[in-house]
């Protein structure tokens, strides 16, 4: 089993920033991409960042104002969010792809954070 446990959401204002952390933690072979992905009120859950050996991708909507990092001694990922705007209020999860195995089977899975509301509100 892998937790994922997340932090750092909050209220501000527009043009203001927020990190947020997400650290690993359990048993895996491998802990491959991490990312955040953020759900509005009525709308559905989309991809904000996420991470990978090598790679970065963002959403457009977030591009240039948000950054994703990882530190890979620490299973932790962070997302800096820069200049955000009333649109980019939504709950944000942590998503993680291990690939683990269970005695019998080597396989991937995803898992999900528990979720940190980021309210930019004047």
């Known amino acids: 089993q892998v937790q994922l446990v997340e932090s750092g959401g909050g209220l501000v204002q527009p043009g203001e920033s927020l990190r947020l952390s997400c650290a690993a933690s359990?048993?895996?072979?491998?802990?491959?991409?991490m990312g955040w992905y953020r759900q509005a009120p009525g709308k559905e859950r989309e991809l904000v960042a996420v991470?990978?050996?090598?790679?970065?991708n963002y959403a457009d909507s977030v591009k240039g104002r948000f950054t994703i990092s990882r530190d890979n001694a620490k299973n932790t990922v962070y997302l800096q969010m820069n200049s955000l705007k009333a649109e980019d209020t939504a709950v944000y999860y942590c998503?993680?792809?291990?690939?683990?195995?269970?005695?019998?089977?080597?396989?991937?899975?995803?898992?999900w954070g528990q979720g940190t509301q980021v309210t930019v509100s004047p």
């Open positions: 359990g048993s895996w072979l491998r802990l491959n991409a």
């Open positions: 998503n993680a792809q291990v690939t683990y195995y269970d005695g019998r089977l080597v396989g991937e899975k995803d898992y």
């Open positions: 991470t990978t050996t090598g790679s970065t």
